[in-house]
Nanobody
Framework: QVQLVESGGGSVQSGGSLRLSCAVS????????LGWFRQAPGKEREGVAS????????YYADSVKGRFTISQDNAMNTVYLQMNSLKPEDTGMYYC?????????????????WGQGTQVTVSS
């Protein structure tokens, strides 16, 4: 059983930055795909970024490329999402997710473990 706990959400003005953190209960030496997803009110959940814990390869949604960066700290069992140049359309509940094995190439795929989410609100 994998447990994930997100933190770091909040309110920021357009153009600002936030860093989300996700503490992962199983990590060190394990092979997982870790991802960040978001869901805006009235919209479907969408993938934002993913990282393979072993290879360190990353994948981003087109809407966040060049603005968001996913990274990991194996020693701290934590995955981060650095969000810069935030826009109002980035507003939503952000979820950390995990799935055993490496990440899929070019897509987010299936994730079986989910955190409770952290709210991000970007005002114009």
């Amino acid at each position: 059983q994998v447990q994930l706990v997100e933190s770091g959400g909040g309110s920021v003005q357009s153009g600002g930055s936030l860093r989300l953190s996700c503490a992962v209960s199983v990590y060190t030496g394990s092979r997982y795909c870790l991802g960040w997803f978001r869901q805006a009110p009235g919209k479907e959940r969408e993938g934002v970024a993913s990282i393979s814990t072993r290879a360190g390869t990353t994948y981003y949604a087109d809407s966040v490329k060049g603005r968001f960066t996913i990274s990991q700290d194996n020693a701290m069992n934590t995955v981060y999402l650095q969000m810069n140049s935030l826009k109002p359309e980035d507003t939503g509940m952000y979820y950390c997710a995990a799935q055993g094995g490496s990440c899929y190439t070019g897509t987010f795929g299936y994730f079986g473990y989910w955190g409770q989410g952290t709210q991000v609100t970007v005002s114009s």
